[in-house]
């Protein structure tokens, strides 16, 4: 199947995938419901695209096509031809006339004469049954006659045995004939897992191999013991040489040379710079703002956020605001002119609220190993 990552631009799906690549979300199992467009839904899907039971059966169907998710046939549903609606019923028709207006009645069937009539034609009173075709007294069942279920066609009176069955559509009228009637197959949806990877790249997302729980312990135990003491004394004094960082730690300047390149290489430093506490640095607009940004601009967004030099941390999340960002901007006025050209009207951005900083007690970005 070939693999069109574009639908995954879409904010709903996105997340979907990604609650799927994580392994909170394991499988979509169908819901029988006849109220349903389809006869079935998926409410646990329903709820992260933020779609009706419609779209979300049309969407999960369209990231199957596109090679995303795989899909297991659990139902096949009976539905109409024109609508697809599950909501159809069977019915009898009329061989001769094609109505509606059937009764079931009882006929009976004289033997020796062949006449088939409904019983009241036999009827002489509760005791006696008479041939109405050629006079003979009826005397028992099973013995000369039979009695049996048949319908009469109030329309053209004709009396059938088996009237023609069809599947009528409550929803748009349509009428079908059961060799017409189609299936809806309703799947359990799971991730595709010969395009995981295609998905993870195309997502630009790496989510915590399979059995191993995410967790910050484990990936600071990724750092050696001589890893940890050169972050805690760079990060108290970024200025100091590696030669005396070597001394300090009793390990060659080589040691320490080839450990930083490493930590900056896997991005672990970022920089060696000075801190500078943005309140007592003028910063009048310390602020905190939320934004919801849809998926189809998100990457594009934070890149360009990324790189407002008084926007001082990007953290995505996976909340409605799914973007927050602390800004340090000299005055009021430079927050607004940010918010101006980055965020207010631009397509698929929405601001939600910006916080201002009255007083900054903490800043301090140093992390402990
Ligand atoms: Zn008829
Ligand atoms: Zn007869
Ligand atoms: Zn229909």
Known sequence: MTFKPSVLEDRGAWLLIRQLLEGSLEALQPVLDSSSVYGFRYPSAESILERDAKDTVDRLEQLRRAGILEGEL?????????????????????????GFRLRRIEVIEHFSCGHIAPRPEFT?????????????????????????SAF????????????????????CHEMSLPSEIQEQEAYIYRLNLEHRGDIIHYLGFHPTPEGEKPSRKKHRDDFDDVDRRILNILQRDGRLSFRNVAKRLKVSDAT??????????????????????????????????QLEVDAKVLIKTVQSLQAVEEVKLVMETGERQNLILLGAFPTRESLNAFLDQHVRGKQGIQLHTVTLALELQKYDWMIQF
């Open 74 to 98: 659990v139902e096949a549903i009976f539905s109409c031809t024109r609508c697809a609606s599950p909501d159809i019923h069977p019915q009898y028709q009329c061989v001769n006339c094609s």
């Open 124 to 148: 002489i009173d509760e005791e006696e049954l008479k041939c109405p075709q050629c006079g003979e007294s009826l005397e028992g069942e099973q013995r000369d006659y039979k009695s049996e």
């Open 152 to 171: 009469q066609c109030l329309e053209c009176n004709t009396t059938s045995a088996q009237p023609r069955l069809v599947f009528r559509c409550f929803q």
């Open 256 to 289: 320490i040379r080839s450990r930083i390149s490493r930590l900056e290489e896997k991005n672990v430093i970022k920089g060696f710079t000075t801190l500078v506490d943005p309140s007592h640095a003028g910063m009048e607009a310390i602020s905190l703002i």
